[in-house]
């Protein structure tokens, strides 16, 4: 780079000292035969370019470097991009015919102009049949360059990427494995499958612990059964002993007599027998309202552990098999269902009542 600059250096000062010698006829013919004075060098960079490329067409390719360096050479740069790509252009072909310089010096120096041309536009190219043959042999080298390492670049960037593919086929691998195991460990845990049905709330309106039995409390269904039967078996029995033992006497005032019995008896088996009657339709009241607030509206049939790749079979293949299952299925909530049914009592015929739930 220093020997560029001392080179150019050189150049302009040998053509500075020439210059006043050829310009001294010049002046003295102009000042005798009463020319116009000479004008001044251009100063704008587009001037200069014009200038450069006037300088070219005579072949003065000294010139042409010492107008178009000091604008573009060292990464310098115009405004007009343009304007830009002529001076760098005209500059390198300029650089490779000027054969005062050394062969190695003018291809490097053209090259840098070159190239900056190519990162500028990667397709550029020079126009056809405009600068010497070997601005475009140097185009041609260039370019021919630059395509292998784009080559180079897109070779490097597939191996890369077929490492990175290999790798990650091998991590593809050992995911998928890993799933198929989880997969499969996940298909063989078990879980415990809870079989619920609706209840219905009017039979936990039935007395005689018939609610209790229903929501699954025996004990107290059986409490309540056994207490009720008990007391409504007691007051029924005072109630059948005194219509036995006693008769009403007299149409408009009846009169209740006993057989052997005083008044102050009859009058405390009639308290005793308002008193279990009150006492039975209370435990039916308490046993039915103990049923309704204890009620549950759903009830477990089964509890099974089931493997979780066998839920799916579950509805076709359960361990009850497809018709329970059905049954239980369109069953939905559970129903009271009274039915009459004929019964014979002593002295003749009656109507029973069964109630199915």
Not at 4 to 32: D, K, N, V, W, Y
Not at 299 to 321: C, F, H, I, N, S
């Amino acid at each position: 780079m220093h020997r560029r600059r001392i080179f150019i250096a050189s150049l302009l000062a040998l053509e500075l000292a020439a210059a006043p010698a050829a310009a001294a006829p010049a002046r003295a013919r102009g000042a005798t035969s009463g020319a116009a004075p000479a004008t001044p060098a251009p100063q704008e960079p587009a001037a200069k370019v014009d200038a450069a490329l006037k300088a070219w067409r005579d072949g003065k390719w000294i010139t042409v470097r010492a107008l178009l360096e000091p604008l573009v050479g060292e990464g310098r740069a115009l405004d007009d991009p343009l304007l830009t790509e002529t001076a760098l252009r005209f500059l390198a072909d300029a650089t490779l015919l000027d054969e005062g310089l050394d062969p190695g010096i003018r291809n490097q120096l053209a090259a840098g102009y070159l190239a900056r041309l190519f990162a500028a536009d990667p397709e550029w190219r020079p126009p056809p049949d405009t600068h010497g043959q070997a601005l475009y042999d140097l185009y041609e080298q260039m370019r021919a360059q630059n395509e292998q390492r784009k080559l180079d670049e897109c070779l490097a960037e597939r191996a890369s990427c077929k490492a990175d593919l290999e790798d990650l086929a091998v991590r593809h691998e050992r995911l998928v494995g890993e799933h198929e195991a989880l997969k499969k460990a996940f298909a063989e845990q078990e879980v415990e499958v809870v079989e619920k049905v609706a209840r219905n709330r009017a039979i936990a309106l039935v007395p005689f612990g018939v609610g209790h039995f229903y929501n699954g409390r025996k004990g107290l269904g059986a409490g309540f059964l056994a207490v009720e039967a008990a007391t409504g078996a007691a007051g029924l029995g005072l109630l059948i002993y005194r219509n036995r033992q006693c008769e009403k006497t007299g149409e408009s005032e009846p009169t209740l007599r006993c057989i052997d019995t005083s008044q102050d008896a009859v009058v405390r088996r009639r308290n005793a027998e308002q008193v279990l009657g009150i006492a039975f339709i209370s435990l039916l009241a308490l046993d039915v309202l103990v049923a309704q607030l204890t009620f549950k509206a759903y009830t477990t049939l089964r509890r099974q552990p089931v493997k979780r790749k066998d839920l799916d079979t579950m509805p076709e293949t359960g361990p009850q098999g497809p018709g329970r299952r059905r049954r239980s299925a369109g069953r939905g909530r559970g129903t009271l269902q009274a039915r009459p049914y004929p019964a014979m009592v002593p002295g003749g015929a009656g109507v029973g009542m069964s109630l199915r739930f």
